[in-house]
């Protein structure tokens, strides 16, 4: 009889274990109600918050060749379609602007020298003075060789950057005199990025890959070979399966007076350096201006006659290089690190703010991604969005700044 009731004592402490069943399947069923209500929020919900976030994600995915998967995986393709086509109403937009023949700028002319500490705060006007005085007072020897050939460089990917700030508050990376360069580091929420000021806007130009059709070279190679200390991003290339070499051009570019390639279609926008030494924007379908030495094609326009334009197809947080003119006749390179876990990237519309800050008249986007990239003196000052390219990729042309005779 003990036996008999030990079994029925046994069966008894195994009973609730249904009801527990039942509950952990209707708190599995209630998570995945919930689950599936976030998803129906987050991709199908109007409120502008979440419709901005949305569309920012859906635009960051398919920017990429490789990573469209993050968005066509979990979102329908009505959702993905309708996010990008605020990409196509804000390319008709940009056809509305374009730079005037004369945008209001001082009339671009080769930097002044920097005779003494005078002529040299007058060329560097963006320098906080105090922090200039306070940085040579701990490193006399950077004046060894007077003011005229002052030459700073800390921005080595390596390197901490000076303690000279802008008057925007930007870390400054380096400042050549004799090239007339200032380099600074541009950064917020998420991003960090190099800000390259070339005071003289005569010897910028477009220079292409010595392979130009079959393959292309790195910005600091392009520019190594063409007797440049300051190089960036120019045009953008054909890269099918994101495996291309660099070397087939897409769209119009013109290096020292030669043209080559097509043009791009509707909505792109060429940017033009004219033998007036200034930076002109234009639609691609445009005829190109006689007086053009230099140019290439891309979009968006960022900004045009000093307006920095609504940007809002162009949401997403990707590596970007933008290059502008300001009103004093600098050139303004811009070059935002992202893909990089302490660098997402930015929109174009951040940008054209932090070019604003340097009171640009003129500028328009390049080609981003994983072909953004700035290099000075010798180095990349940036880092490209894949680690195993330290230089960048091979590109068919690049911006290059030319170096001073004797420098």
Request: proline residues 4%.
């Amino acid at each position: 009889m003990s036996k008999i009731k030990l079994f029925g004592n046994t069966g008894s402490r195994h009973a609730p274990r249904p009801r527990r069943s039942r509950r952990a399947l209707a708190a599995a069923a209630a998570a995945l109600a919930l689950l599936a209500g976030l998803y129906c929020l987050a991709a199908f919900s109007d409120i502008p918050f979440i419709a901005k976030w949305r569309n920012i994600y859906i635009q960051t995915a398919m920017d990429t060749m490789n990573h469209q998967w993050l968005a066509t995986a979990f979102l329908p393709k009505s959702v993905i379609d309708k996010a990008m086509a605020s990409r196509a109403e804000a390319m008709e937009e940009q056809t509305q602007h374009n730079s005037s023949e004369d945008w209001g700028g001082q009339t671009a002319a080769p930097a002044p020298s920097a005779e003494g500490e005078e002529g040299f705060y007058e060329l560097f006007w963006e320098i906080d003075r105090g922090s200039m005085e306070a940085y040579l007072a701990a490193h006399p020897e950077a004046l060894d060789g007077g003011w005229e050939r002052l030459c700073i460089n800390e921005a080595g990917l390596d390197d901490e950057g000076t303690s000279i700030r802008t008057t925007m508050g930007e870390q400054v990376l380096a400042v050549d005199v004799p090239n007339g360069i200032l380099l600074v580091r541009v950064s917020g929420g998420g991003y960090r990025g190099v800000l390259a000021v070339a005071k003289d806007p005569s010897r910028l130009s477009v220079r292409s890959s010595a392979r130009l059709g079959e393959s292309g070279q790195t910005a600091g190679a392009i520019a190594e070979a063409n007797g440049g200390v300051l190089a960036m991003t120019a045009s953008a290339f054909i890269d099918e399966g994101g495996t291309g070499s660099g070397g087939a051009l897409n769209g119009y570019a013109m290096s020292c007076g030669v043209g080559m390639g097509d043009h791009l279609g509707w909505g792109y926008k060429r940017i033009e350096l004219r033998e007036d030494d200034r930076l002109y924007i234009v639609d691609a379908s445009a005829p190109v201006d006689p007086a053009t030495t230099d140019a290439v094609e891309f979009t968006p326009a960022v900004i045009v006659d000093g307006e920095r334009l609504s940007a809002w197809g162009w949401d997403s947080l990707n590596p970007r290089a933008v290059i502008g003119q300001s009103r004093r006749g600098e050139i303004l390179m811009l070059v935002i690190e992202g893909r990089l876990i302490d660098s997402l990237g930015v929109s174009v519309d951040e940008c054209g703010a932090i070019l604003e800050r340097h009171e640009c008249m003129q500028a328009m986007n390049l080609d981003g991604g994983t072909s953004a990239i700035l290099w000075y003196d010798g180095e990349s000052v940036t880092r490209c969005s894949n680690p195993a390219l330290p230089d960048g990729r091979n590109l068919p042309n690049a911006f290059v700044y030319a170096r001073a005779e004797g420098r």
